[in-house]
Nanobody, 125 residues
Framework: QLQVVESGGGSVQPGGSLTLSCQGS????????IGWFRQAPGKEREGVSS????????NYAASVKGRFTISKDNAKNTVHLQMNSLKPEDTGVYYC??????????????????WGQGTQVTVSS
């Protein structure tokens, strides 16, 4: 069964850090693009970052560039999202998703084949 499972969400004060993980099973990370998306209450889902399994190409939304870092561990079939200097506007449910693709572009959400259940990130003082 192809699936991704997120972990690592939580509550943190502004300026703090969190690391999210996306554990893949039933597929080889090298054949997929893994993307991170988030959705805040009352807002549309937006792409945060992605990594291409075949060549490690990275993409970041402008709002997180310089603060978030995406990486992959092929041996563990896991993608991490290190989030630093968190802001209240980073609050939302974070989802990881997998697309059977070797594209280096920031794929739109409809290109992804399966999604995790999401993990809550709350940034508040």
């Amino acid at each position: 069964q192809l699936q991704v499972v997120e972990s690592g969400g939580g509550s943190v004060q502004p300026g703090g850090s969190l690391t999210l993980s996306c554990q893949g099973s039933g597929f080889n990370l090298r054949d997929y693009v893994i993307g991170w998306f988030r959705q805040a209450p009352g807002k549309e889902r937006e792409g945060v970052s992605s990594i291409t399994g075949s060549d490690g190409s990275l993409n970041y939304a402008a709002s997180v560039k310089g603060r978030f870092t995406i990486s992959k561990d092929n041996a563990k079939n896991t993608v991490h999202l290190q989030m630093n200097s968190l802001k209240p506007e980073d609050t939302g449910v974070y989802y990881c998703a997998a697309a059977y693709s070797d594209s280096d572009y920031f794929l739109p959400d409809y290109e992804y084949d399966f999604w995790g259940q999401g993990t809550q990130v709350t940034v508040s003082s």
